[in-house]
């Protein structure tokens, strides 16, 4: 199993993309790199294929409303050639509150767009002949009617470094993480918890997986969660608590919120209402409070080394290829020490 961290962008972005090479050195394999609506996640890509050697780059996630799939196909192509082969190139839909208030697009038919999207950056890549595509949410090139009719199918000018960047996709819902299982390289959960995978996603990934074209081999999955390790760690979980609330309670508008119908799904239909009511009526404080224990160590990995390593065992059990790790230094410790540390609980 691997390790994968998230670039934080919750505090100075900058200080914390040149920190990558000191993660680079204490194991890290991968680093996922943010776009929600701040800055750009391929500015920064860049910037990390100049400043490390071996590490994995991925974003995560870019919007698939943000770009068309031909930008899309043509930005993970540059920083594959500026990484020399690191790219990972993470996808998600958002939602429509970003997508229609941030982009001014339409947000329909979001698994569509995703596996759409997925097919003609495979064929942009592959630059075996020039690409026409005819699908729901995609025309290539526009039909006319619906431009100036003088649209010619084209294949990217430069040929890319491989043919084929490893595509991950972001999915909690049924019917996406179906779609993933079948199309995408890896998936991407969040508030992953792996002695529930299979009872909330098990259906799903076991369909796309009978599907699934085996030249592109098993899935991968990058989850974890906020990690701290020792006698006294499991005061850590508290720094989880706030963001539980602000996902459940906030992000996405009610009846369109990902995470609230996962944390329903998990059994805290209930507890995912009053945290939303709460938060929504400025009660942040209690709409963390009312975050109940038992998901919030469900979703963190913090406690002794027994612990930690019993967890990680359910993590490998469920399939998690890449441990995807929040560390939080305990006393004497540096982000890159827990993490060193991990590396050698995995063995």
Not at 102 to 112: D, I, K, M, Q, Y
């Amino acid at each position: 199993m691997k390790i994968s961290m998230q670039l934080r962008y919750d505090r100075d972005i900058v200080g914390a993309a040149a920190q990558v090479a000191e993660f680079e050195s204490a194991g890290l394999d991968l680093i996922w790199v943010p776009e929600a609506y701040g800055y750009d996640a391929p500015s920064f890509m860049g910037f990390l294929a100049a400043r490390t050697e071996r590490i994995g780059i991925g974003s995560g996630i870019l919007s698939v409303f943000s770009r068309t799939p031909a930008l899309l196909a043509m930005t993970a192509a540059g920083v594959d050639a500026l990484s020399g082969g690191r790219c990972h190139l993470g996808l998600g839909s958002s939602g429509p509150q970003v997508v229609e208030g941030l982009h001014g697009v339409p947000f329909s038919s979001p698994v569509a767009r995703t596996r759409e999207t997925i097919e003609i950056m495979r064929a942009f890549w592959a630059r075996d002949k020039p690409v026409s595509y005819h699908g729901s949410s995609v025309q290539l090139p526009l039909p006319e009617g619906r431009g100036s009719g003088l649209g010619i199918p084209m294949k990217l000018l430069t040929p890319p470094l491989r043919s084929s960047v490893p595509v991950w996709v972001a999915a909690l819902g049924p019917k996406n993480v179906r779609m993933v299982a079948e199309t995408a390289d890896g998936w991407l959960p969040m508030f992953f918890v792996p002695e529930w995978c299979d009872r909330v996603w098990g259906s799903a990934l076991r369909a796309g997986a009978a599907a699934r074209d085996p030249r592109l081999g098993p899935l991968q999955i990058s989850a974890g969660a906020l990690l701290a390790i020792g006698p006294d760690a499991t005061r850590a979980r508290e720094l989880a608590r706030g963001q539980l609330a602000l996902f459940i309670g906030a992000m996405g508008a009610p009846g369109h919120n990902y995470y609230y119908d996962l944390v329903s799904r998990y059994g805290f239909s209930e507890e995912a209402e009053v945290v939303q009511r709460l938060f929504l009526a400025g009660d942040k404080a209690g709409a963390a409070a009312a975050v109940p224990d038992a998901l919030l160590e469900a979703t963190t990995l913090c406690g002794t080394e027994s612990y930690v390593k019993d967890r990680l065992d359910a993590y490998r059990e469920a399939g998690v290829t890449h441990l995807q790790i929040v560390p939080v230094p305990r006393d004497g410790e540096s982000e890159a020490s827990v993490l060193a540390r991990l590396k050698d609980l995995i063995g």
